[in-house]
C-alpha cells in the first residue's frame, strides 16, 4: 500500500518557525515528485511547493518564496516543508502529495497527485 504519513504542525507565534514532516510507506521518494499544499476552511487546496523526483527544482507559491523551503531525506524516506518567519496567514491544515510521473509544475493541480498525506494542522495566531 502506497502511503504517506503526515507529522509535526501545531501552533507557532507569528515570526517563529515549525517543520511538518511525512513519511513515504510502500514506494521510493526518488521515484516520485513530491509536494505540499495547504488549505482554510471554505477555500480550495492552495499549491505551495514541490520537487521533482530527481531531488532538483523545488518551487515555491509566491506567498512562501523566500520564507518555506522543501527537501526530503531517501534514507529515512521523508518529505519535509521547513516553514520560517510565519505569519497568520499561513495557518492552514497541510498535505503532503506525490506524483508517479517525478515532475514539479508550479501551481499543479492536485490531480496531478495520486498519493496523499492526512494533513496536519498548522496555527499561527494573530
Known amino acids: 500500500q502506497l502511503r504517506l504519513v503526515a507529522s509535526g504542525g501545531g501552533l507557532v507565534q507569528s515570526g517563529g518557525s515549525l517543520r511538518v514532516s511525512c513519511t513515504a510507506s510502500?514506494?521510493?521518494?526518488?521515484?516520485?515528485?513530491i509536494g505540499w499544499f495547504r488549505q482554510v476552511p471554505g477555500k480550495d487546496r492552495e499549491w505551495v511547493s514541490c520537487m521533482n523526483s530527481g531531488g532538483r527544482g523545488a518551487r515555491y507559491a509566491e506567498s512562501v518564496q523566500g520564507r518555506f523551503t522543501i527537501s526530503r531525506d531517501l534514507n529515512k524516506g521523508t518529505m519535509d516543508l521547513q516553514m520560517n518567519r510565519l505569519k497568520s496567514e499561513d495557518t492552514a491544515v497541510y498535505y503532503c502529495?506525490?506524483?508517479?510521473?517525478?515532475?514539479?509544475?508550479?501551481?499543479?493541480?492536485?490531480?496531478?497527485?495520486?498519493?496523499w498525506g492526512q494533513g496536519t494542522q498548522v496555527t499561527v495566531p494573530r
Open positions: 502529495a506525490a506524483e508517479r510521473l517525478g515532475g514539479c509544475r508550479r501551481s499543479a493541480p492536485e490531480d496531478d497527485f495520486e498519493i
Open positions: 510502500g514506494f521510493r521518494l526518488d521515484e516520485y515528485g
